[in-house]
């Protein structure tokens, strides 16, 4: 008769086999000597194995890392199996050389070798052992990124100087240097052909690198049209070289509007203003923007400003702008200004631009003043543009944006004919302290110089993109200078919210007046399915003023893009 077992006893039966299966192996690696065994431990090699083949593998890195370091003769004097569990690796690691000096007899060009800094005053490579193979990778992927990307490097004819150095002979095996010979683009097969040549400035025929044609395509992505899908291919056959693209063509166009209103100081009515800003990008596959503003405001001022941009006109490496601007305050005077100027895209970030401005302003008043009268001025623009996109982010694409102009000519007026000059300067930061938090600095300037001036020829701000808390173009002054500042919290991907602190400095020389301004508020973002609504509540005051909850100025702006 069968005893009966205890389940207590089977399950420690069965957690004992279990145990005796999965057992551990260990190595113990050591030197012929206790300097050896130092030299080897140094090199942090695993001791625990789950199986045999671990353990023999971790032997055979350990041997390649001994040469590497310089034991190029050691050997492995013995590997057996000490107990059970432990087996026993026994070095001798013998002479440790420190360098090898390489003659590379010309085979491989002199300005890819002294990028490695091994080049000694006889112009051969002298190498540390331990960066040997470091070095002829990156002289490989150097060779490689020049067009040939088949290259191999080998060091052959090792020999012994002395106790410390090795000499060698470095052997090439290059293929014929590669071009490309064909592109095709994947995905967007519209993509304006000139953005490819003058953009990116990749062509057929140009010497093929793999890197650099990576490098040169992320530019892409501070495309507001487009944007690269994934990293660029390339397919070898025996006689070509085929370049595949991945882009994809990305909302572009914009529709900006907001709604503003007030309580009017004279009347007590709530009066309302807004504006029209419709953005039409890369509609016809050229890369080309036509921006239409309309604006009307409480003071019965109306601006309309027209700008159409180009680039790369006929395949050539400038393109053209082209702007039409009236302005018109109630029934004081109209001023028309029309400006053409060409463009030089130095890169993705960076635009310059050179052309001409021409102003025309009526005086509309029945009763002619000092002030308002008719002139006409022409000048000569420069304009220089700095753009940091940073695309993850959709409710702030921009990161840093810097725009320089000055422009100098004449003004005439009554027959008098004077010299003018104007500096404008519009600049941005995103400082980003965290994925929530940041910190959004911008200051706006304009600075016209004169011997006189014309109240119709004074630059105007203030409103929800200049000063908040004001009037749209309410202020007019031959200098001002605005600060504003938004410290900003994302709650999520979609909203944020922020504080409005912003101050201006301004001088207007016709009434002989200097000033300070300051507006203080709050907003937030929405990002909506119709696009981003925007919300800001300020209220401003002049230096010696207080603050007046009536003369708050809420505006409401909505940014949908399609």
């Known amino acids: 008769m069968l005893r009966k077992i205890s389940p207590l006893l089977l399950l420690l039966f069965i957690l004992w086999s279990s145990e005796a299966f999965t057992q551990n192996l260990y190595l113990s690696a050591v030197g012929i000597s206790e300097k050896e065994t130092k030299v080897i431990d140094s090199l942090g ?32 004097l013995d590997f057996k199996k000490q107990n059970d569990t432990t087996y026993y690796a026994n070095f001798s690691l013998k002479n440790k050389y420190r360098s090898i000096i390489i003659e590379h007899n010309g085979l491989v060009d002199m300005s890819i070798l002294k990028l490695t800094d091994f080049l000694d005053d006889n112009n051969k490579l002298v190498i540390p052992i331990e960066f040997v193979e470091p070095t002829l990778q990156s002289i490989n992927s150097e060779i490689a990124n020049r067009g ?21 002979t470095l052997s090439v095996t290059a293929s014929k240097p590669r071009t490309i010979d064909k592109l095709i683009i994947k995905g967007y ?20 690198s793999l890197e650099k044609i990576k490098e040169k395509t992320r530019d892409l992505n501070d495309l507001v049209f487009a944007n690269q899908i994934k990293d660029p291919e390339v397919l070898f056959t025996q006689d070509s070289t085929i370049l595949y693209m991945y882009i994809e063509k990305t909302k572009s166009n914009t529709f900006d509007g907001f709604l503003g209103f007030g309580t009017n100081e004279a009347t007590n009515k709530i009066e309302f203003d807004g504006y029209l800003d419709l953005n039409l990008t890369n509609n016809l596959n050229y890369g080309e923007s036509l921006q239409l503003l309309y604006k009307s405001d409480e003071n019965d001022q109306q601006t309309f400003d027209l700008k159409l941009s180009a680039p790369y006109i006929f395949n050539s490496p400038v393109g053209i702008d082209l702007n039409l601007n009236i ?24 635009l310059i631009s050179a052309g001409i401005n021409t102003v025309t302003s009526t005086d509309l008043l029945e009763i002619p003043t000092a002030a308002i009268t008719d002139y006409k001025s022409n000048q000569f623009l420069i304009n220089y543009t700095f753009t940091n996109r940073q695309n993850y982010d959709f409710l702030f694409p921009i990161n840093f944006l810097l725009d320089v102009s000055t422009g100098f000519g004449n003004r005439t007026y009554n027959a008098i004919d004077e010299r003018q000059s104007n500096f404008y300067i519009n600049t941005f930061k995103i400082f980003n302290l965290n994925d929530r938090n940041s910190i959004y600095g911008r200051i706006s300037s304009n600075y016209l110089i004169s011997d006189s001036y014309l109240e119709n020829e004074l630059p105007r701000f203030g409103g929800i993109n200049s000063i908040r808390g004001f ?21 999520n991907n979609s909203i944020y919210v922020h504080s409005v602190i912003d101050a ?14 300051f507006g203080f508020g709050f907003g937030f973002g929405l990002l909506t399915k119709a696009g981003l609504f925007r919300f800001n509540y300020t209220s401003g005051k002049t230096e010696n003023q207080k603050f007046r909850l009536s003369d708050s100025k809420i505006h409401l702006s909505l940014t949908t893009r399609f």
């Open 504 to 517: 201006a400095y301004f001088e207007n020389q016709i009434s002989n007046q200097k000033g300070k301004l």
């Open 189 to 208: 097969e519209k993509f304006p052909k000139s953005f490819i040549k003058r953009y990116l400035r990749i062509k057929t025929g140009q010497t093929f």
């Open 45 to 76: 090699y695993q001791k625990s194995f789950q199986d045999f083949s671990s353990l023999d593998s971790e032997v055979n890195i350990l041997k390649k890392k001994l040469i590497k370091i310089g034991y190029i003769e050691s050997e492995l």
């Open 327 to 350: 302005f018109k305050r109630d029934t004081s005077f109209v001023t028309v200004s029309q400006a053409a100027k060409i463009n030089y895209q130095i890169n993705s970030k960076h």
């Open 148 to 168: 040939n990307p088949f290259s191999t490097l080998v060091v052959t004819d090792i020999k012994k100087i002395d106790t410390n150095t090795l000499t060698g």
């Open 471 to 491: 009037e749209e173009n309410s202020l007019i002054a031959n200098l001002y200078g605005v600060l504003n500042t938004e410290y900003r919290y994302k709650l």
